[in-house]
């Protein structure tokens, strides 16, 4: 029953980011933002709610006494490697993805910070609320640049007009189904790894942390088999770069997450070894190609064996 639930709750967690992510994008088309832009930042914040979200509540959960920093480190760990090798990989065989040069240099030096910033915040073990803060900071500079660069450059659409009521309607019901869904999530994906005699942790990372990367499948997918290749690796260079500093942070920031020996010797250089081969990949072929995305599946099968079945 308590897989049932994860999985009905897994589902609403896609739905209502679904609900908000549609709203959000029609809000932002009305300022006239450029797609690379819309990629990294409206879709990345709007497909990482269901990682912020359970981040959340694990939080008030340890508040409560339940432990649950497993499932919040599992989640964003396994998000950032589905999505850097499964979502990639998956996008690259149905067409040829590209990334300018620009984005290359910031946005995926930024997310290889990231991935730094958070092996040093949890290499004594724990990651406290001071540095729970330093993650939320450090996102809020980069969200900054953004905006800064976006304004500053010229090939943004211009703005549209029309009412946006509805679509704050619909962010605002998409946000609240989320929100019901990640607490159905979290609290059952413990029941699970205490009745499966499963760490908390790869219950995070192979049933929460792929589920919640859903979003960023489907939405990189579908921009991929349209052709709109920034927006749909921008959407995963954005959410991951989001995932390892927002949740963590506001998690830590209510109750100081503990990460487990095994995420920082295996998880943490599987996300940069992920991330440092796809932005190569990039690099040399100025794109990734089938036989790049195969690579970064067979990636990630290997990571599922080892974690899984070997350690």
Do not use: C
Not at 48 to 60: A, D, I, Q, R, T
Not at 66 to 71: K, P
Not at 274 to 279: I, K, S
């Amino acid at each position: 029953m308590n897989l049932v639930l994860v999985i009905l709750g897994l589902v609403a967690l896609w739905q209502g980011t679904d609900f908000a992510l549609e709203g959000a994008l029609r809000i932002s088309s009305r300022f006239g933002v450029s797609r690379g832009f819309v990629g990294l930042t409206v879709l990345a914040i709007g497909t990482g709610l269901p990682e912020l979200v359970v981040g959340v509540v694990g939080g008030m959960e340890q508040l409560a006494g339940v432990e649950a920093s497993g499932v919040v480190v599992g989640n964003m760990t396994g998000s950032v490697v589905t999505q850097g090798a499964v979502v990639l990989g998956v996008s690259g065989l149905l067409s040829h993805l590209r990334l300018a040069p620009r984005m290359i240099r910031r946005d995926g030096i930024i997310l290889l910070l990231a991935i730094g910033l958070f092996a040093l915040v949890g290499s004594d073990g724990r990651i406290v609320r001071s540095e729970g803060a330093v993650l939320i900071v450090g996102y809020a500079i980069y969200l900054v640049a953004l905006f800064q660069a976006e304004r500053s450059g010229k090939d943004a659409p211009k703005p549209t007009e029309g009412r946006a009521i509805v679509d704050l309607l619909t962010v605002t019901l998409g946000l609240a189904t989320v929100v019901v869904a990640a607490h159905v999530v979290i609290v059952n994906a413990i029941s699970i790894a205490d009745d499966w005699n499963v760490s908390q942790t790869v219950v995070g990372i192979f049933l929460v942390g792929a589920g919640t990367s859903l979003p960023e499948l489907a939405l990189s997918v579908r921009a991929a088999a349209k052709g709109q290749s920034s927006m749909s690796v921008g959407n995963v260079i954005g959410s991951n770069t989001f995932d390892l500093m927002v949740p963590v942070g506001a998690s830590s920031a209510i109750f100081p997450l503990t990460v487990s020996r095994d995420v920082m010797i295996i998880d943490i250089p599987v996300m940069a070894i992920v991330t440092v081969t796809a932005l190569v990949f990039f690099i040399r072929k100025k794109g990734l190609q089938k036989g790049e995305a195969l690579t970064l599946l067979v990636m990630y099968g290997a990571y599922l064996i080892l974690r899984v079945f070997i350690i």
